[in-house]
């Protein structure tokens, strides 16, 4: 049967690319005309496969949800996140054509109105729902394989994801929105557009909002976010523009667990994480509101924009982005970090030791602040969490009035950064010939600390409130990063052809030093060599169809994160690298927008951690700066991807995209290193799948409005040695809406909507990371009301 199935999804992919569903345009209603808008996405004369989300896209998430979901059914893209409104950045994983960001892996680059965001990791990086709201959001530019040679991101060794604020209104209008919905979401959104001001010379908006929910398992998370931000375009005369943004963002989120696919069949709706708390510290370390994920980021940007004549135009951008964050745990014990030869344990005091290493561990105390050891001979009956416990975990090894002691572990990041970024082209033609000379340059300077403290738990048999001051902070050190990049681009085009060369080079140099003063200072510096992007079109005599190739060389320089484990242990290192071809056509018509594209990746010197002291589902407590980084083989990535849009009436509109991918790992040239690094040439990557296909239909008739869409993602192993998979699914999104606009003084438009995600209620495994996947949302609903004045 599941065969079959299968079968039928695969058919009705091909159906629909046969007829011509295969693109990327975007339906807005016009209400003045009843009619559907197309807006086309796909652009011509780029020498690469570039998409963009539509309002349709943007329409089938509600407005509580991350902005990363918007981007999800187009081709080669497949986001998942373990929260049904994307709270959990801990869950939250996109995977470009294999190539990924995720809880382990940052391989995409990800820009804010072409400003780079700081990394995409968990420690010290910023996805971009840190800096951009769903109302606020003006689109966003996904480039699958091959970047503009521009963009500015030290992570992207395939494409780049780069989001769009909304730009002001010309005319001065007031925008409060309320949602309300499952798992006791809310949300409260207001924005001001000024209209034109300061002469007719200024546009300008300021938006605030606050997000809430809690967890869809058993409700226990006290999911929250503020945000507010701002953003102006100023005419400073004929030739000069000045853009500015500046956001803040301020989230508290309680994770999700991921799950084997063992555990998934026993109990699809629960990932092991508790929202009571228990007499057990054992038990208590998987209490969902000590896993916890805290964020408040500062993020702006200065952009003057001047066109000095008919040929030369210029761009000089300044931005700022600070960051302060902790990610949080619960270990069930007290790390030992003082040996008090029996007497009074030091970890229950006020006083903080720094740096050192653990002796082991207090699990019980008696009246005086001794610790305790368990009966001799005693065995415990905890069988939860982790298969369960040994004697000095469980109570009832040790007498009626032994106290129980725990953690509460914060590693604390911090995260100050600002950067340069200077553009121009210049624009010539000889004869027949049209020529545009791009170049630019980009500086950044970084500084990012982070520091484990240990707190102990106030009593440990009430609940989580820990003491302010730590009993141990494990490290703290400081990372600075200074990084570098030019670019040189020139275009050719002549008659129907465009052909193109680009240069470009990377230079970071990082340093570490130790805040204690115990492990000397250590620098990295991580060039790159010059490299090679190029490409060409061809407009074929059938308007609007156009054939395109690519090229271009990629590398993810060394950063100061591998620098968390010493010098030495990044000695042997190489910068990971990735060369990406592209071969594609695309058609861009009246009703018709469609695209096909066949790639080819590959990426070398994949780097992978390897923690020594790790379990398979069970949390390294103590893990430090232990462990090392090491380069092992890569991924050869090649397929096909078909796109496309068509409006079948004036009222009904069609959008379908279906991906073809073989993903694999490539060795490291020696069988033995292969098996040492747990590497398997020629198994299929992680959390890819060799198939997805989407299908949405949109309708839209004077004020009314209604679209669904449905995705089919394959199976897609979960571990390296692909022998443990999660199944293929299918989930379906809805949304309904009305909007109108009134003749009032005041009120002068509004709209109510419901959107309802997965609406059939399937079960499936998401995202994919390590030894584990989190398991996907159920079905949720949000009514939603936005009125304008």
Known sequence: MKDQLVKQRLMLAAACSAAGLISGTAIAQ????????????????????????????????????????????????????????????????????????????????????????????????????????????????????????????????????????????????????????????????????????????????????????????????????????????????????????????????????????????????????????????YVNQVYRRGWSTLRENKFGYLKLNSKLSDQLSTSVGFYKHDMVGRGDWIPPYLANVVDDAGGRETELGSSTRLGGSQQGAIFFVDANGSALQPSAGCSSSITFPYGGAGAVFDPACYPANAIPVQSYRHTNYERDRMGLTADFELINSFGEFDNSLRGGFWFEDSLRSESRSWHKLADARVGIDFNETPYWIQYDREYQRDTMNWYLQDTLSFMNFSFNLGLRQFEVDNEVEDQFGVDPSADLTSDSDTLFSGGATYSTPIDGLEVFFGYAENIKPLTDYVLERGASAVATLEAETAENLELGVRFVGERLTASAVFFDNKFENRIQFFDPNAAEGIPNYDIGLTGFYKNVGGVEADGLELAGSLELTENWSVYGSYTLMEATYLGTGSAEDDVVAGVFPGNAVVNTADDMFVVSIDWARDNYAAGLSTKFVGDRFIDLANTKAADDYMISDFYMNVTGELSGDALKGYKIGITINNIFDESYLGGISGWGAWIGAPRTAVFDLTLDF
Not at 143 to 164: F, K, P, V
């Open 30 to 281: 016009d209400k003045a005309t009843a009619q559907i808008e197309e807006i086309v996405v796909l652009g011509q004369r780029k020498t690469y496969s570039a998409v963009s989300t539509t309002e349709s896209m943007i329409e089938q998430q509600n407005p509580i949800t991350s902005i990363n979901a918007t981007i999800d059914n187009l081709p080669g893209v497949n986001v998942t996140e373990g929260d049904t409104f994307g709270f959990d950045d801990w869950s939250t994983t996109i995977n470009l054509r294999g190539y990924q960001t995720s809880l382990s892996d940052q391989q995409v680059g990800t820009t804010i109105d072409g400003m780079p965001n700081g990394d995409s990791g968990y420690g010290g990086g910023a996805k971009a729902n840190r800096y951009i709201d769903s109302m606020n959001l003006g689109g966003v530019e996904v480039n699958q394989g091959i970047a503009d040679i521009s963009s500015r991101s030290t992570e992207a060794l395939g494409g780049t994801l780069n989001y769009l604020t909304s730009n002001p209104l010309q005319g001065q209008r007031m925008r409060l929105q309320t949602a309300t919905g499952d798992f006791d979401s809310q949300r409260y959104y207001g924005r001001y557009d000024t209209g034109r001001v300061l002469g007719d010379s200024t546009v300008a908006w300021i938006s605030i909002n606050h997000n809430e929910a809690t967890d869809w398992m058993e409700g226990s998370a006290e999911n929250e976010r503020d945000h507010a931000a701002l953003k102006f375009i100023s005419n400073l005369g004929m030739s000069h523009e000045l853009i500015g943004y500046l956001s803040y963002d301020d989230t508290h989120e309680d994770n999700y667990q991921r799950v084997t696919p063992a555990e998934f069949a026993e109990d699809s709706d629960w990932d092991r994480l508790i929202g009571t708390w228990t007499d057990i510290p």
